[in-house]
């Protein structure tokens, strides 16, 4: 009955006692009664078994509100019809006083959904039209567009594709009713990652979106040019941006993926219903939105940016128009919806350029030797190998009371291994994998050192092991390991050489004191320390790390720098999009708060002592980039065409999409940013001389405010001088300015100054100079290290 007096409380407002059948009807022993009123006004018509209602019968609430269908044993439950004072109606499957199953709801706005239902809530295949005509037809989940659907607007426009908390999410299809297309990647609501935008006369765009805004390069064929198969250029993009998030979900953009097919609806039984359940979270699209997404790239103007500083306005329409030279392509970069460069090439030239692009990328993966051996299946067998055992691993670790860690928890016999057949055994689940063998390294110290770090062992599993697995990206360095990263961009797990493992082994114990005592350390941190042994004894080793670059802003450059120069260059035929730089193609210094930069150095020095008492050397800053477009083309920016966003206010979509003025520094405001750990720092907001050394925060226009913290969210100022063929002037120095924001840390701490590494040292030194060589000994390694970064990379400002 508890159900039954629920659904009576939320329908007619009156008190449970005065809705209980049980306590409502008087006569004992009755088997049918035909009508019955009760003592709050309400009125039973219809059948009873003993004294519930029971089979077909009519409730009619005080209210108005009336239910006509099936009950069971005092319940509603089989097919029935609800009637609402509002004018709501429902009528379909009902399960224990629940909407459960398949129904069609009236709106008291006229709007319709027809349905699956589970628990009062649109759950499964639906489709809803809403009182202003727009229609959406596709999955739901808890109320709200979730998996693949389709949208149409009342204006004629369409989006065919995937849905994430109601909003466009993942791969889908935009069709504009001017005839303009996007086919490509989508994050709440807004186009973001690789894609295609197809003009109606026929001209093409092929580049990435960020936030709505095209940023990084691309390639415009105009109308009538030969135009590569939508197949070959998706898996271009894919290759060309190289970030997860894109690649993963883009790896191919096919149109027929997202036909949306009505499954063969069982109308089964379930569950319960109120009129607030029913009518929230409806998931309109708002009509102001609607009228926006009539906007589309074709009207928009596009910015030409020349070195000198000059620009012109060119119309985007006259821009897909067919060319004279059909042969002609332009290849473009953006930067937040700001075109900075535009190169004209050759049609040939261009697919020429892929070509031997595609086989450099293919001769470096055939060297490799990890990635040789476990290609393909192979390396799908390793990640749910390695899935598996950190599960396993975690889940045995975690129930542990917490305690401090002992020399013990350090030594050789600090193992937990185990035996994974593939059939299954009673420590170990079934899986669909090969026999392996697994090894965890110091269980206890990594488990404290994660807690340090701030990590829930829940999520941390289900980043690693959930159900959207690994994603295996290309090693940007020379030691051809396999590194994987989590779904939610925060952990990268690479692969070890056998003598890396003890180093790492080794300078455990003073590693954990040294991230113990400075929380705001640059140094890697390591997460988990890992070991598979397969069929023929072939053992991996695996090593768990934050991923310095976990940010929802775009990196654009990044930078590998040691401080030597000895071959520290990336030849230009080898340099794509996502290629990790070194120090020679580092052309740009960088400028910071005075506050800011004695914290950075301070905690560089502390860093380079601990790395040099473990005689550790090549190791090295990984810097990434973000820049902001040019602050004089600002007010020039690309207008972005309005997506349609569920239940956005027009003001705040606006600021979403409109980048204006420059980075600002602002007192840190914990309510106001997101104080979670990352995977990578963990320490405190960082003061800023510039206001008076209080805590700040860094207002980033177009994505919100962030928190600053020692290697990540670091506001700076990249100036980058231009040369005389750049300038055409032989008298004065310019500079390009550009506002940045900075990600770092100290990577690829696992190389000893040895025996093999002294013997490096006095070959080369005979034949280069001693100090531009990066086998040096850890002294000066970390001297030389330090004052590159402080001369050429953060100069203090005059």
């Known amino acids: 009955m508890t159900r039954l007096k629920n659904l009576f409380d939320e329908g007619s407002g009156t008190s449970t006692e005065q809705l209980d059948p049980v306590s409502c009807v008087n006569v004992e022993n009755v088997e049918r009664l035909n009508e019955k009123a009760f003592s709050n006004g309400d009125l039973y018509v219809g059948d009873f078994k003993e004294i519930l209602p029971h089979s077909k019968g009519k409730y009619t609430w005080s209210d108005g509100t009336v239910y006509e269908g099936d009950w069971e044993a005092g319940k509603m439950t089989g097919k029935g019809l609800l009637h609402w004072p509002s004018g709501a109606k429902y009528n379909g499957d009902i399960s224990g006083g629940y909407l459960h199953g398949f129904g069609a709801f009236t709106a008291p706005d006229g709007s319709i959904y027809e349905g699956q239902w589970r628990m009062n809530i649109r759950h499964g295949f639906g489709r809803k039209k809403y009182s202003n005509s727009d229609v959406y037809e596709g999955e739901w989940k808890e109320g709200v567009h979730e998996g693949k659907g389709r949208y149409?607007?009342?204006?004629?426009?369409?989006?065919?594709?995937?849905?994430?908390?109601?909003?466009?999410?993942?791969?889908?299809?935009?069709?504009?009713?001017?005839?303009?297309?996007?086919?490509?990647?989508?994050?709440?609501?807004?186009?973001?990652?690789?894609?295609?935008?197809?003009?109606?006369?026929?001209?093409?765009?092929?580049?990435?979106?960020?936030?709505?805004?095209?940023?990084?390069?691309g390639?415009?064929?105009?109308?009538?040019?030969?135009?590569?198969?939508?197949?070959?250029?998706?898996?271009?993009?894919?290759?060309?941006?190289?970030?997860?998030?894109?690649?993963?979900?883009?790896?191919?953009?096919?149109?027929?993926?997202?036909?949306?097919?009505?499954?063969?609806?069982?109308?089964?039984?379930?569950?319960?219903?109120?009129?607030?359940?029913?009518l929230r979270s409806s998931g309109r699209m708002s009509h102001k939105t609607a009228e926006n997404s009539r906007l589309s790239d074709s009207g928009r103007e596009f910015i030409r940016y020349n070195s000198s500083?000059?620009?012109?306005?060119?119309?985007?329409?006259?821009?897909?128009?067919?060319?004279?030279?059909?042969?002609?392509?332009?290849?473009?970069e953006y930067m937040q919806g700001v075109m900075i460069k535009e190169r004209i090439r050759n049609c040939t030239e261009l697919s020429k350029?892929?070509?031997?692009?595609?086989?450099?990328?293919?001769?470096?993966?055939?060297?490799?030797?990890?990635?040789?051996?476990?290609?393909?299946?192979?390396?799908?067998?390793?990640?749910?190998?390695?899935?598996?055992?950190?599960?396993?691993?975690?889940?045995?670790?975690t129930p542990v009371p917490k305690r401090e860690v002992r020399n013990a928890d350090f030594g050789d016999r600090a193992r937990i291994t185990m035996f994974f057949p593939r059939r299954g055994s009673q420590f170990t689940p079934l899986h669909k994998s090969i026999d392996f063998y697994w090894k965890d390294y110091c269980p206890m110290v990594f488990r404290n050192l994660r807690e340090m770090f701030k990590l829930d062992a829940a999520e941390y599993m289900m980043s690693i092991c959930g159900d959207d697995g690994l994603t295996e990206i290309s090693s940007p360095g020379k030691s051809g390991s396999i590194f994987y990263l989590s779904h939610d961009d925060k952990f990268v797990i690479k692969t070890l050489k056998r003598s890396e493992l003890k180093v790492l082994l080794k300078m455990l114990p003073n590693y954990y004191n040294h991230?113990?005592?400075?929380?705001?350390?640059?140094?890697?941190?390591?997460?988990?320390?890992?070991?598979?042994?397969?069929?023929?004894?072939?053992?991996?080793?695996?090593?768990?790390?934050?991923?310095?670059?976990?940010?929802?802003?775009?990196?654009?450059?990044?930078?590998?720098?040691?401080?030597?120069?000895?071959?520290?260059?990336?030849?230009?035929?080898?340099?794509?999009e996502n290629t990790t730089l070194k120090d020679l193609d580092l052309s740009y210094e960088f400028h910071m708060d005075k506050s800011l930069r004695k914290f950075l150095f301070y905690q560089i020095d502390v860093d380079c002592?601990?790395?040099?008492?473990?005689?550790?050397?090549?190791?090295?800053?990984?810097?990434?980039?973000?820049?902001r477009a040019p602050k004089q083309l600002n007010g020039l920016l690309e207008p972005p065409n309005m997506m349609p966003n569920i239940e956005s206010s027009p003001t705040s979509h606006e600021e979403l999409l409109f980048p204006s003025k420059g980075l600002l520094l602002v007192a840190h405001e914990p309510s106001s940013v997101n104080t979670e750990?990352?995977?990578?720092?963990?320490?405190?907001?960082?003061?800023?001389?510039?206001?008076?050394?209080?805590?700040?925060?860094v207002l980033v226009p177009g994505t919100g405010r962030l928190r600053v913290q020692l290697g990540v969210n670091m506001p700076a100022q990249a100036n980058h001088k231009l040369y005389r063929d750049e300038t055409d002037s032989a008298e004065v120095e310019l500079f390009e300015v550009y506002d940045v924001v900075l990600y770092m840390g100290i990577i690829d701490i696992l190389q000893e100054y040895n025996a093999k590494k002294k013997a490096e040292n006095a070959c080369k030194s005979v034949k280069y100079d001693p100090l531009s060589i990066s086998a040096v000994e850890p002294e000066l390694y970390a001297r030389r290290f330090i004052g590159f970064l402080q001369q050429k990379v953060f100069p203090e400002l005059p």
Not at 369 to 377: A, E, N, T
């Open 152 to 217: 149409f607007w009342n204006n004629g426009n369409k989006y065919t594709g995937n849905w994430k908390r109601g909003k466009m999410h993942g791969r889908g299809v935009m069709e504009w009713v001017n005839g303009d297309q996007y086919n490509g990647c989508w994050l709440n609501g807004l186009r973001h990652g690789c894609g295609i935008y197809q003009y109606a006369d026929g001209g093409y765009y092929f580049g990435t979106w960020i936030r709505g805004l095209k940023d990084g390069k």
């Open 219 to 278: 390639t415009f064929y105009p109308a009538g040019s030969k135009c590569p198969s939508l197949k070959k250029c998706s898996i271009s993009l894919g290759y060309k941006n190289g970030h997860k998030s894109v690649s993963s979900q883009c790896s191919s953009l096919n149109l027929e993926e997202f036909v949306v097919k009505k499954p063969s609806v069982k109308r089964s039984l379930s569950e319960k219903i109120s009129i607030s359940g029913v």
């Open 309 to 332: 500083g000059t620009f012109s306005l060119d119309s985007d329409a006259g821009q897909s128009e067919v060319q004279e030279n059909t042969a002609v392509v332009y290849e473009r």
């Open 353 to 397: 350029k892929d070509e031997k692009r595609t086989r450099s990328h293919a001769k470096e993966t055939k060297k490799s030797s990890c990635v040789g051996i476990f290609r393909g299946k192979n390396s799908y067998h390793l990640m749910l190998n390695l899935q598996l055992g950190i599960r396993y691993t975690v889940g045995k670790i």
């Open 515 to 576: 991230v113990k005592e400075y929380e705001n350390t640059l140094i890697t941190k390591f997460f988990g320390l890992h070991r598979i042994t397969l069929a023929g004894r072939r053992k991996v080793r695996f090593m768990v790390m934050g991923n310095m670059f976990c940010t929802e802003l775009r990196i654009h450059h990044r930078y590998d720098l040691k401080g030597s120069t000895h071959g520290r260059y990336t030849e230009k035929d080898k340099i794509h």
């Open 609 to 627: 002592k601990f790395l040099k008492s473990q005689q550790i050397i090549d190791y090295s800053l990984l810097l990434g980039l973000h820049f």
């Open 677 to 697: 750990p990352g995977p990578h720092i963990r320490g405190k907001a960082l003061r800023a001389y510039s206001l008076g050394d209080k805590e700040v925060d």
